[in-house]
């Protein structure tokens, strides 16, 4: 006797990495063999690849040349049929200035002030960093100690058509970065960044890809004050974009200093590393079927679930 297949929808999943990094880092290289393991399917294709417009389901995952062709991606996040994070989260996010609808919402912030072309650059006394608003991997992010260069590299900022932001340089960066990643909504695992940025006048080192600045990573497990700031960010984005922020398939939270006064640095919930790699084999096992349990989730939520094309 010949058995009848299921009939059970298999929507196709894309992985979306970039022309330099098509595959990601290989942070993420277990992901799609952890999506297949529940019977969803998936590769990797870069973001400009037309068969990505042919999945049923995009995640952003290593799109790290966006800011080199920024119309161009946010176009295109709004083609794709179904994208996560969604396109109104990534036109939001793919600009710094969220960083001032954060503060407003009460979330302790590094202090943030952006200057469009044509407005005069006020820089702080000491240490600072500009950098342009939109950008990613510390590129065009330069620490200086002298107002006048710094005001020289706004200039050029300026010139290319970038709005600047300006911050005051936090020592505490020396320590480390602490990155509070969120899946589904979820407090997951974390990890420490080492600082990215060299001292003034000097560059940062970029990957040979190009598309970000090398760091060094290591395990972290934060203490609860960390956590809370990362928890009101995500609230706070959830609240100014309308959505729930189980809606957000990941998120990573960048946090500076300890329990007694940590600040917030970045949001990242466009194409963030998630530190995989610095999570033990039964910790990683364990947070990889979570990401997994949070896509099946989105494609219920989506209309694509395994019986969703059947007719009642």
């Known amino acids: 006797m010949k058995l009848a297949r299921p009939d059970i929808r298999h929507p196709r999943i894309v992985l979306a990495g970039c022309p330099a990094l098509p595959e990601g880092d290989g942070d993420d290289a277990e992901l799609v063999a952890v999506l297949r393991q529940r019977g969803l399917h998936a590769r990797w294709l870069s973001w400009d690849d037309p068969q990505a417009l042919d999945a049923d389901l995009v995640i952003l995952r290593a799109t790290w040349d966006y800011i080199e062709r920024l119309d161009d991606f946010l176009s295109w996040s709004t083609r794709v049929a179904n994208l996560l994070n ?11 200035r969220y960083l001032g609808d954060l503060i407003d919402a009460g979330v302790p912030t590094l202090p943030s002030n952006f200057f469009a072309p044509g407005d005069k650059v006020r820089v702080p006394k000491g240490e600072v960093v500009v950098k342009p608003a939109i950008g990613a991997g510390s590129v065009g992010a330069q620490r200086f100690t002298d107002a006048r260069s710094a005001r020289e590299h706004a200039a050029a900022l300026h010139d290319a058509g970038n709005t600047v932001l300006v911050q005051p340089y936090d020592p505490r960066v020396e320590s480390g970065e602490t990155a509070l990643v969120f899946l589904a909504g979820e407090q997951s695992h974390a990890f420490t960044k080492g600082p990215m940025l060299p001292p003034a006048g000097e560059r940062p080192v970029f990957d040979p890809s190009g598309t970000y600045a090398e760091e060094s990573l290591s395990p972290a497990d934060p203490d609860f004050e960390l956590w809370d700031v ?7 984005a959830a609240a100014h974009l309308k959505i729930s922020a189980t809606d957000l398939l990941y998120a990573r939270v960048d946090v500076i200093g300890g329990p007694d006064n940590p600040l917030l640095l970045e949001l990242e919930l466009v194409e963030p590393s998630l530190g995989w790699r610095q999570l033990n084999r039964a910790t990683r096992d364990l947070q990889q079927r979570k990401f997994a349990v949070g896509v099946e989730s989105a494609l219920d939520r989506l209309g694509l679930g395994p019986f969703s094309h059947r007719r009642p």
Do not use: C, E, I, S
Request: glycine content about 6%.
């Open 86 to 96: 969604a396109p109104d989260v990534v036109a939001w996010n793919t600009d710094k």
């Open 230 to 236: 990362g928890h009101a960010a995500l609230d706070a």
